[in-house]
């Protein structure tokens, strides 16, 4: 269960609320339980699980503790984990993603190299999870224009990474999607497109808001936006 939800809503409607989503969890999980049994008895055969391999950003300092079991590369305060994908639970609005970090026994135990091992999940992922370019101002405006943008196929495409309401990076899935941002290629064409350099906001797991280093929006204003998305 996805306790962090299950405290909102119990926050806001209490108990009885939370009854109706861990009713819709247990079916979820029940649908999906026997395809899950097959991949848990497979967890020491390499070649039978290479291909649910996923790599999921999470905040280092967070969970320090937890990733000295797993298999993680560490990017500043974000850590990109290795981890085995189980499916997802469909909550209408959005998902969560079903998966179990790889601990560094079951890595031994598969006798490949880690390295290795680490850029197929990468790869992985970026098939499992294309980086797109999302329109978060349909939202607001209530435009009809694609909600996603693949932008890695198309040279001429262009944003303007300087408007408030310019797309986020996320994946198609949203999922995790602050992962697209270390995809191999996609700072480098985000790059082309920005015509320069750029800071990338992680504004969660979820999505990277670009914005061009000589633009509107300075350091101090992403901060600030930044405190209070942690503050909510």
Sequence with gaps: FHVGDLYRIYRKDGMKAILPTIKENIRTIRATAG????LINQLQDYAAIRD?????????DDNSKVLAKGIYR??????????????????????NIL????????LEGWNVDENDTFEWALKNTMQLQPPVFYNIANEITGKQT??????MENENFSINFDNPLAPVLTTE????????AFYPGVLERIYQMVGGDFYL?????YDVHIHPV???LKVRAMRSTLADMNRN
């Design 99 to 106: 998966s179990t970090m790889v601990l560094r026994e079951l």
């Design 173 to 180: 899935q949203e999922i995790n999607g602050a992962v697209a």
């Design 52 to 60: 649910q391999l996923i790599i999921r950003p999470l905040n280092y």
């Design 35 to 38: 395809k899950n049994l097959v």
């Design 146 to 151: 694609p909600n996603y943008i693949r932008f």
């Design 74 to 95: 560490r990017v500043g305060d974000i850590a990109l984990v290795l981890y085995i994908s189980m499916g997802n639970i469909d909550h209408g609005t959005h998902r």
């Design 214 to 216: 000589n633009g509107k």
């Design 201 to 205: 906001v992680f504004s969660g797991i």
